[in-house]
């Protein structure tokens, strides 16, 4: 390395560990690309990952419970500091931070090699810390309105630790995998909820003036009390059978409810920028996947079941994932707030298809050994897209 390398060198690292979003999203996209790329010939049998974890479980508790919270933590340690006005997480404690949620990567592959339990210990600490630093900053802000943000990451880290006691004790998940699912989605809905109407607002007012979308009102209210209670009856009724047929009323009720919501938002004015369309089209698959599960509960469906799980994980957490990270990343490296071709055809067109041929492989199962490699592998390019094309943008500094 030349000297002038050197001495160059630090100021990259501390760049990089300047904003939450830059190693959290970096890391969070090859993460679900080396996730699938090595799951799906795991799962038809051809190679064979050095974890305790069953094929499936290891797919489960890596997405659940690695890529989501990566991007939840650079999505929260940037936004909180614009809800406080405190200052950024930053530096070495961002550093550590990664760290500690790359030794859970690292732990969980290797289970097979240090044992189960150590692997347990170091992956399940993230949520935690990562809860507790949000909520330091909010109770220093008296920010009292964003609570429900760190109760979410509480119920999360409940629900991977009864993901480690299933698999512990049963070798099989049968309820975590649905609490942290349920989880996730009551997030994007609240979320989603917040950024999508405001995104939509403020593009439709500069490039397209007319019916602009409401703000959080009293439907908005009862279309997410509904769907909480649907999600929590769903996720315990195969130990509650009388349950069964209650909540799936309640998701199709939850289902009919967020897509009436989403209609509110105006999608259909947003369609000369797909910067602002992929959050809807995002947000589509979280009504699709409450309607299917609805069914599958109230026709004891295994196809719908399914189906309505990978609109919920391949559609909406996959899209909406990739929807606020080239959007974040955008405003936070200075670029325009619209889509250039490269993200609009090599991520977004990607992940929609993936998500798409994830669920048709679940209501076609005679057609899995084409659609679930087909799947897998649209999945794995639109997240190394956002890593080819947004990676420098990462390391760019915002021009003021």
Not at 379 to 390: P, S
């Amino acid at each position: 390395m030349s000297h002038r390398a050197a001495n160059r060198s630090p100021s990259v690292i501390a760049h990089f560990f300047s904003g939450g979003f830059r190693p959290f999203f970096i890391a969070a996209a090859l993460h679900a690309a080396l996730m699938i790329a090595l799951w799906v010939p795991w799962f038809l049998g051809f190679i064979h990952v050095p974890t305790a974890l069953s094929p499936v479980a290891w797919h489960q508790h890596e997405l659940l419970f690695g890529f989501v919270p990566a991007v939840i933590a650079g999505f929260l340690l940037t936004a909180v500091p614009n809800w406080t006005g405190r200052k950024a997480f930053s530096g070495w404690p961002l550093g550590l931070l990664f760290g500690l949620w790359l030794a859970g990567r690292l732990a969980i592959a290797g289970s097979e090699t240090i044992g189960l339990h150590a692997a347990m210990t170091v992956a399940g600490a993230f949520l935690p810390v990562l809860a507790g630093l949000i909520l330091r900053e909010l109770v220093a802000a008296r920010n009292s309105r964003n609570y429900k943000v760190v109760a979410v990451i509480g119920i999360l880290f409940a629900a991977q630790l009864a993901f480690f006691h299933e698999f512990d004790r049963f070798g099989r998940i049968d309820m975590a995998d649905r609490m942290a699912i349920a989880t996730i989605i009551f997030l994007i809905a609240l979320i989603g909820g917040r950024i999508i109407p405001s995104f939509t607002g403020n593009w439709l007012r500069q490039n397209n003036p007319g019916p602009i979308p409401p703000g959080f009102e009293r439907f908005d209210l009862a279309a997410m009390v509904l769907s909480g209670l649907s999600l929590a009856a769903s996720t315990v009724s195969s130990a509650v059978p009388v349950l069964l047929p209650l909540a799936g009323l309640a998701l199709l009720g939850a289902g009919i409810a967020q897509f009436v919501r989403q209609l509110r938002w105006r999608p259909e004015r947003t369609l000369a920028e797909p910067l602002v369309t992929i959050l809807h089209l995002a947000f589509f698959f979280v009504p699709l996947g409450f309607l299917l599960s609805g069914a599958a509960l109230l026709v004891d469906d295994a196809g719908l079941r399914t189906a309505g799980i990978h609109a919920w994980t391949s559609g909406a957490i996959g899209t909406m994932t990739l929807a606020v990270m080239t959007r974040a990343t955008r405003g936070h490296s200075g670029q325009a707030l619209r889509s250039p071709a490269t993200t609009t055809f090599g991520i977004y067109v990607p992940i929609v298809l993936a998500a798409a041929l994830r669920i048709g492989a679940a209501l076609a199962p005679e057609f899995t050994m084409i659609l679930l490699p087909l799947a897998g592998l649209l999945w794995v390019l639109a997240f190394l897209g956002f890593v080819a094309f947004y990676g420098p943008l990462v390391m760019r500094r915002k021009i003021a």
